[in-house]
């Protein structure tokens, strides 16, 4: 009785250690696509990929694994599983490599050659596996769990890896004492106990065919399950601490997209993993057979149902766990970009306006034009478009301004009544001179005159058109204002994001200069770039990156130079064949402008915007150059 209630208990751990089991490759696999997607540039991410891939074969060979496996493939997952953790060491010499250079302590090439051998190392271990020496023969009836049948060369391999993980362990220790920063010490804290998960993790797999695994399985597999558990946590943790380098993100979008990419994947489909585990296990225990109807069901319903809480309480743990004292400013753009006015959403508002406006009148054509920039153009045209080509809207428009702002009056033009849109009033005043926005003509019948209740609904309407072409020109002042904006945000959270861990980052001391100086030298240069005194005598020069590309030309700076300008440029250009649209307009002013040395008319001609928007643009351009070059900077002093 006792021994079969041990063996009950037992079955139950070994479930719940194959679902722990199951979920941990998911969610390093999942980790693993995290990394690849949003901070594979940065060295630490890169390192700890290597880390999340070998997490994954373990625990996926692992995973795998059942009764319904025969031998040989029982014995080939157990080979596979052993290259994850052969090369387990060497990804983590590999990572607290990369966190002392991330700390300001880069190496000297005796820290990069030690990575480098114990990688060589791990190259020769796995030749030791291949060849059967490394570890023996399946033993398909093993305690606690058929498993590779050791060797001396596996005894070996354990002293091994426990005086590299020790050796990585010291390099983790160094590296937290070189951080001077709160946030930066808190998160080497993390990314110090998460580092344990794998290493954890994988070391009950070294005790497979020791005597304290075959004599005590039911400690075994209670100790697996204890082990299980703390790697599902730290593994996390980890992943959250090494989601920070290599990006310049707010720590709140870092920390809500690390967030929804773990609830919507490992955390829905271990979820659903576990409930169909459950639905089997409970079928063979009640019905007598594992599969039913209920498990794809449970599956299905497990997904959506997970995925709609997701979704409905999403705004309240975002609230709770990131926003924090930034809630209202955050919730404030959020509103503005959910209920924006586009430029589609007021075409379709203007051709509602218009519809209503040619009902009330029963015209065959109506439309919207638009003033910017002392140019009116077509914004939205409705009925029959023949009767608006005949006629030239800038007779319209000076029309309306020969007579100026006379209140609610409008004017006969060819076949078209005109009402003038103008702003509202800013302060009250009647005698205010209010800014023309654009004009509304309708087509006329003939001589029809407008009845009073035709004309109180029909301007009732061009009031309701004006004040959508005013609220579109306040939002593109606002879109301007932030593009102007951008780079100095941008520029303020990479300093940030370099600051946490390395305060003698090179970017913050000197050499590099503000953006906005850089920004300057960059226009000298790009305006001198086919040569002069401004690109020879550039400050440019001083740079890391072009001290590097002299060597590639050379020794001549000058092309060096000119190679990094175009460099940058070329990584402004959208992909695909070169266009003159909206996407394409910052690459194509540098590349008239400077590359090809267009004048300023012959530019904005081609481009067809005024010589004042050219001169914006074109500073937006060179302020995209400069970001460009920084990066260049900041990843070589890196390496």
């Known amino acids: 009785m006792f021994n079969g209630w041990l063996d009950g208990l037992l079955v139950g751990i070994k479930t719940i250690n194959n679902i722990l089991t199951a979920g941990i490759a ?5 980790l693993f696509l995290y990394a690849l997607s949003f901070n594979l540039r940065d060295r630490v991410a890169r390192s700890f990929a290597i880390i999340l891939l070998c997490v994954v074969v373990v625990f996926t060979t692992e995973a795998l694994q059942n009764k319904s496996i025969p031998d040989w493939g029982i014995e080939l997952l157990l080979r596979l599983q052993w290259v994850g953790i052969i090369f387990l060491p060497a990804s983590y010499l590999h990572l607290s490599d990369a966190l002392l250079v991330t700390a300001g302590r880069p190496s000297r090439g005796r820290r990069r050659l030690a990575v480098r051998l114990v990688y060589v190392v791990s190259l020769a271990f796995l030749v030791l596996l291949i060849a059967g020496l490394l570890v023996g023969p399946l033993m398909p009836n093993g305690q606690p769990a058929p498993h590779l049948q050791r060797t001396a060369w596996t005894d070996f391999f354990t002293v091994y890896y426990m005086a590299i993980m020790i050796w990585a362990g010291g390099n983790f220790i160094r590296a937290f004492a070189r951080m001077l920063t709160r946030s930066g010490q808190r998160r080497m804290l993390y990314l110090m106990a998460g580092a344990t998960a794998p290493a954890l993790g994988s070391y009950p797999y070294l005790l497979f065919g020791s005597d304290l695994a075959a004599k005590y399985p039911l400690f075994f597999w209670s100790t697996a399950l204890v082990i299980n558990m703390l790697v599902a946590i730290l593994i996390i943790i980890m ?14 979008v870092v920390k809500s997209r690390l967030f929804k990419w773990l609830l919507r994947g490992p955390v829905a489909a271990s979820l659903a993993l576990a409930m169909m585990t459950i639905v089997r296990r409970a079928g063979a225990v009640f019905g007598g057979q594992e599969y039913s109807a209920f498990v794809p069901l ?10 709609h809480a997701v979704t409905l309480f999403s705004p309240l743990w975002e609230k709770l766990l990131f926003f924090g004292r930034d809630h209202a400013e955050l919730q404030l753009l959020q509103n503005i970009e959910e209920r924006l006015l586009t430029r589609s ?35 939205v045209v409705a009925g029959n478009r023949a009767l608006l080509e005949k006629e030239d809207l800038d007779e319209a428009l000076e029309l309306v301004n020969h007579n100026g702002e006379s209140g609610r009056h409008e004017f006969i033009w060819g076949g078209f009544w005109i009402l003038p849109l103008h702003q509202r009033r800013m302060n009250g005043d009647r005698d205010e001179v209010r800014p023309l926005l654009g004009l ?30 005013e609220d579109r020109q306040l939002q593109q002042r606002v879109f301007r204002s932030l593009e102007d904006l951008q780079p100095q ?30 920004a300057d030298w960059v226009k000298d240069a790009l305006t001198h770039y086919w040569g002069g005194p401004k690109l020879t005598n550039s400050p440019l020069m001083k740079l890391k990156v072009v001290q590097l590309l002299a060597e590639e030309h050379e020794g001549n700076a000058s092309n060096a130079l000119r190679a990094l300008l175009r460099k940058a440029v070329d990584q402004i250009k959208p992909e695909g064949e070169r266009r003159f649209t909206s996407e394409w307009i910052l690459y194509n002013i540098l590349e008239m402008k400077f590359i090809e040395g267009r004048k300023v008319r012959e530019v904005a001609g081609r481009l067809a915007m005024s010589e004042a928007d050219l001169y914006r643009k074109q500073r937006v351009a060179v302020e995209a150059v400069a970001r460009a070059i920084l990066d260049m900077e900041q990843n070589e002093a890196l390496q």
């Not at 992943?239 to 709140?252: I, K, L, N």
């Not at 449970?298 to 995925?307: A, D, G, N």
């Not at 406006?357 to 009116?376: K, N, T, Y």
Request: aromatic share 8%.
């Open 26 to 30: 998911i969610t390093a696999f999942s």
């Open 239 to 252: 992943a959250y601490a090494v989601a920070f380098f290599g990006v310049s993100w707010p720590d709140r």
């Open 298 to 307: 449970t599956v299905v319903v497990t997904v959506l149902m997970f995925e």
């Open 345 to 379: 959403d007021l075409q379709q508002f203007l051709e509602t306006v218009l519809a209503a406006v040619r009902d009330h009148l029963q015209s065959p054509c109506a439309f919207v034009a638009a003033l910017d920039g002392g140019e009116l153009t077509l914004s």
């Open 440 to 469: 509304l003509g309708v087509a006329r019948k003939g001589n029809r005159q407008i009845d009073k209740d035709q004309r109180d609904a029909v301007w009732l309407l061009a009031d309701r058109a004006a004040l959508a072409l």
């Open 489 to 518: 945000i941008d520029m303020l959270q990479r300093m940030r994001a370099a600051g946490r861990y390395d305060t003698h980052a090179n970017f913050l001391t000197a050499p590099l200069p503000g953006e906005s100086d850089l």
